[in-house]
């Protein structure tokens, strides 16, 4: 089986910037004033000021899930990012504390021109046109991951406790609280009681438990090809780095996993396990504290890949049904498919697998 990709490849991140290109392929394309609303106004304002132009191309660079949004500046054959983040909704901080871990572990991120915290405005470098998620196919997938698990590992190789939120059971619990409350109660209108109830408190005790047993590391927590850019194309790939404001420490395999199993697209079993091998090898090799045992490392991954999966149905439900974007709810089978893959493939997992049989699966079809 060959690698199923997105219904619609939806402009933006999940939760941070990731620039398209269907409005700006031509890179002197500016969006006329008359179309900006007043506070886009008031970001091209703040730009030009910020680098002291009295005129630029300004158009929007991607559409985002959250109230972050992104336009590209361009001016004398150069370009620039401004994130528009309302500080009502948005705090610039954790973005701006995040990507100087990374830049200073060596990983390109973008980097800071001018800021306006008090305002919500950042202007950044532009790290390219195309993402990961852009160009990635069959052929090419193996050159493109190989230099994002070396930029992961060179990112993991730099954490230290106390300096990013742990991940602690509490996140941990809240963020599969999302699946029940929000996929099941409101997008399913299935609400859990009795022995249903009892199997999911177990299940989440489990995942917790092993996510809390594992290795500690910087943990991006959405490192798949939406958020990596090809900031130089093949053969000298340079990968860039976004969406990292929401960046805890954690367990080692989350980031792992997350980059195989992506939100948007879906790989061959045999392809995911053979870039897990590559990345648990590379790993060791770098002095990470990975289990030496493959197997063992490989059930930290699924299981830390349960609880993602889990926790991401529920935000894309919460995404349609209180933000009113819908356009993510397409993806949710992609998760369906990969928890029920986990859960039947290990019998602490059975009473996961129990609900989605009785409850998910004959409401949602899978390919």
């Not at 609280?177 to 609400?191: K, N, V």
């Given at each position: 089986?060959?690698?199923?990709?997105?219904?619609c490849?939806?402009?933006?991140?999940?939760?941070?910037y990731?620039?398209?290109?269907?409005?700006?392929?031509?890179?002197?394309?500016?969006?006329?004033?008359?179309?900006?609303?007043?506070?886009?106004?008031?970001?091209?304002?703040?730009?030009?000021?910020?680098?002291?132009?009295?005129?630029?191309?300004?158009?929007?660079?991607?559409?985002?899930a959250?109230?972050?949004?992104?336009?590209?500046?361009?001016a004398?054959?150069?370009?620039?990012?401004?994130?528009?983040?309302?500080?009502?909704?948005?705090?610039?901080?954790?973005?701006?504390?995040?990507?100087?871990?990374?830049?200073?572990?060596?990983?390109?991120?973008?980097?800071?021109?001018?800021?306006?915290?008090?305002?919500?405005?950042?202007?950044?470098?532009?790290?390219?046109?195309?993402?990961?998620?852009?160009?990635?196919?069959?052929?090419?997938?193996?050159?493109?991951?190989?230099?994002?698990?070396e930029a992961?590992?060179?990112?993991?190789?730099?954490?230290?406790?106390?300096?990013?939120?742990?991940?602690?059971?509490a996140l941990?619990?809240?963020?599969?609280?999302?699946?029940?409350?929000?996929?099941?109660?409101?997008?399913?209108?299935?609400?859990?009681?009795g022995?249903d109830?009892?199997?999911?408190?177990?299940?989440?005790?489990?995942?917790?438990?092993?996510?809390l047993a594992?290795?500690?590391?910087?943990v991006?927590r959405?490192?798949?090809p939406?958020?990596?850019?090809?900031?130089a194309?093949p053969?000298?790939v340079?990968?860039?780095?976004?969406?990292?404001?929401?960046?805890?420490?954690?367990?080692?395999?989350y980031?792992?996993?997350?980059?195989?199993?992506?939100?948007?697209?879906?790989?061959?079993?045999?392809?995911?396990?053979?870039?897990?091998?590559?990345?648990?090898?590379?790993?060791?090799?770098?002095g990470?504290?990975?289990?030496t045992?493959?197997?063992?490392?490989?059930?930290?991954?699924?299981?830390?890949?349960a609880?993602?999966?889990l926790?991401?149905?529920?935000?894309?439900?919460?995404?349609?049904?209180r933000?009113?974007?819908p356009?993510?709810?397409?993806?949710?089978?992609?998760?369906?498919?990969?928890?029920?893959?986990?859960?039947?493939?290990?019998?602490?997992l059975?009473?996961?697998?129990?609900?989605?049989?009785?409850?998910?699966?004959p409401?949602?079809?899978?390919?």
């Open positions: 089986m060959g690698l199923a990709r997105l219904r490849k939806c402009p933006g991140a999940l939760l941070g990731a620039p398209s290109h269907p409005t700006d392929s031509d890179p002197h394309v500016t969006a006329p004033a008359a179309a900006l609303d007043d506070r886009a106004l008031l970001a091209r304002n703040w730009a030009l000021n910020a680098l002291s132009l009295t005129d630029v191309g300004f158009a929007p660079a991607s559409a985002d959250s109230f972050r949004r992104y336009f590209r500046v361009t004398n054959g150069l370009s620039w990012i401004v994130m528009d983040a309302p500080p009502a909704q948005e705090d610039c901080r954790p973005f701006l504390k995040v990507g100087a871990l990374l830049h200073a572990a060596g990983v390109n991120v973008p980097q800071v021109v001018a800021q306006d915290l008090e305002q919500g405005f950042l202007l950044l470098s532009d790290l390219g046109r195309q993402t990961y998620l852009d160009v990635i196919g069959e052929a090419n997938a193996d050159a493109l991951f190989a230099p994002a698990i992961l590992i060179r990112w993991q190789q730099a954490s230290q406790p106390g300096v990013l939120p742990d991940y602690d059971r941990l619990a809240r963020e599969l609280a999302l699946f029940p409350d929000w996929y099941l109660a409101r997008h399913l209108d299935i609400r859990l009681s022995a109830l009892a199997d999911w408190n177990l299940v989440c005790e489990r995942l917790i438990d092993a996510a594992q290795p500690k590391v910087f991006h959405d490192y798949m939406r958020n990596l850019m090809l900031s194309p053969p000298a340079q990968i860039g780095v976004l969406d990292h404001q929401d960046a805890v420490y954690g367990p080692i395999a980031d792992p996993i997350c980059l195989f199993k992506d939100a948007f697209l879906s790989w061959p079993e045999d392809r995911v396990d053979g870039w897990l091998r590559q990345y648990h090898a590379a790993g060791l090799a770098a990470l504290a990975l289990n045992d493959y197997a063992a490392f490989r059930r930290d991954a699924d299981w830390i890949g609880q993602r999966h926790k991401v149905l529920g935000i894309f439900a919460r995404i349609n049904y933000d009113g974007k356009k993510y709810l397409a993806d949710t089978p992609r998760f369906v498919r990969y928890v029920i893959d986990v859960a039947r493939a290990y019998p602490e059975a009473p996961l697998a129990g609900l989605f049989e009785r409850l998910v699966l409401r949602v079809p899978l390919e």
